[in-house]
């Protein structure tokens, strides 16, 4: 049902696995293909490919008119697991799943429809043309899909907005309701997710592939010295709360946070002294890092010239958002049950330290339990 150049497009799609199976098996025979001269092509396309994911940039479509081109992505694929770095395989899901969408974004809704039901054996019905949905209720309208309740949480979770939340979706007999361009980024974010989890073994690779992965690795070292966070040593991380040591150390880490998240941690730090170019300095290791976006957002969560700027998130919104690890049970602090706030508890876990009160009992003895967390 697809074409060759969306063959290119959606590498993930049972077409264009099956055409670079043809031609190469596995990696092992995928290595020694790439070895013959008149591969070379597929070896310089594919570091290009990954050096563009890596300076964050769009991934350019190759289309030689020939049915080598399909290799181009797994040969990709193939140098980021060979180099091993989480950083880099992160870089390449963002790039590659930007692209994915952006192809999709023009397709019509019977291709998008294949690609989720063939891909990934997702349960999908058409609702129809804007005409033919005219008999829904108003509300349903705008969605021109349904899609299995468990397909749709194979993916939305991890996007931690309230619209992917299931209890803020309709659904009908097990059926969520999505538009066309929510089924895209779906789909984008399940082909994400292939990448980040998917697990090779390596075979012995060719001269010049092996020249690529060792000029990538070291260009890789260099982006991440230069994108360490700013050490902060006005006040301790350690009186951050669970719910914001973990945003920040996923952060500094290079991993991508949600928006609700980057939102609670850049709140947070500005709230307690951090200066917005520390601020910026916490974010710039992840993947999908814009230098100007990541500095108009934080100058306007700053909103200096409205005041005092916007408050983080309570503990409430927080667990509301699935950023609370203690309500999820993923850590523990006794603070957290008498306090409603991570500035509240930031304060009180501060006041601790400069007193050297290592003995948390006098929660229980001197203040009033706030919340019960499970």
């Known amino acids: 049902m697809l074409t060759r150049i969306q063959m290119l497009q959606y590498p993930f799609s049972v077409e264009a696995r099956r055409k670079s199976q043809t031609i190469a098996r596995d990696f092992r025979r995928l290595s020694k293909f790439l070895g ?3 591969n070379r092509y597929i070896v310089e396309e594919a570091g290009e490919r990954v050096v563009k994911a890596l300076d964050q940039q769009s991934i350019r479509l190759v289309n030689t008119n020939d049915e080598r081109d399909v290799l181009i992505y797994p ?5 980021v697991e060979k180099i091993g770095n989480a950083r880099l395989r992160s870089y390449q899901a963002v790039a590659e799943s930007k692209a994915v969408q952006k192809y999709l974004s023009r397709e019509s809704s019977d291709i998008v429809q294949y690609l989720a039901e063939s891909s990934f054996g997702w349960k999908l019905e058409y609702q129809g043309k804007i ?6 209720s108003p509300i349903l ?3 021109e899909f349904k899609i299995a309740f468990e397909n749709f949480l194979e993916v939305a979770p991890k996007f931690h907005v309230d619209k992917w939340k299931l209890v803020n979706r309709h659904m009908d007999k097990g059926m969520v309701y999505v538009a066309k361009r929510e089924l895209e980024r779906l789909i984008s974010g399940k082909f994400s997710d292939l990448i980040l989890t ?4 390596v075979p012995t690779l060719p001269t010049r592939l092996t020249e690529i992965v060792q000029s990538i690795d070291a260009e890789l070292a260099g982006k991440l010295k230069s994108t360490q966070p700013i050490e902060y040593k006005k006040e301790s991380t350690h009186a951050f709360p669970p719910c914001i040591s973990i945003m920040y150390k996923e952060s500094t880490a290079g991993k991508n946070l949600a ?3 980057r939102f609670a941690l850049a709140a947070f730090l500005l709230r307690i002294g ?3 170019q520390d601020v910026m300095g916490v974010f710039k290791a992840a993947p999908d890092y814009v230098r100007s976006l990541a500095e108009y957002q934080v100058r306007h969560i700053s909103s200096k010239s409205a005041g005092e700027g916007y408050n983080p998130p309570s503990c409430k919104k927080l667990q509301v958002n699935s950023l609370c690890p203690v309500y999820l049970g993923a850590a523990w602090d006794a603070l957290c049950e008498y306090v409603l706030h991570p500035l509240e508890f930031y304060n009180t876990r501060a006041w601790e330290q400069s007193k050297n009160i290592d003995d948390h009992s006098w929660y229980s003895r001197k203040k009033k339990r706030k919340q019960t967390l499970k």
């Not at 005409?131 to 829904?136: G, H």
């Not at 998917?198 to 073994?201: F, I, K």
């Open 36 to 38: 013959e001269s008149e």
């Open 75 to 79: 040969t990709a694929r193939l140098i």
């Open 131 to 136: 005409l033919d949905r005219s008999d829904l």
């Open 141 to 143: 309208q705008p969605f």
């Open 198 to 201: 998917g697990s090779y073994e």
């Open 259 to 261: 928006h609700d998240a």
């Open 274 to 276: 951090m200066s917005e």
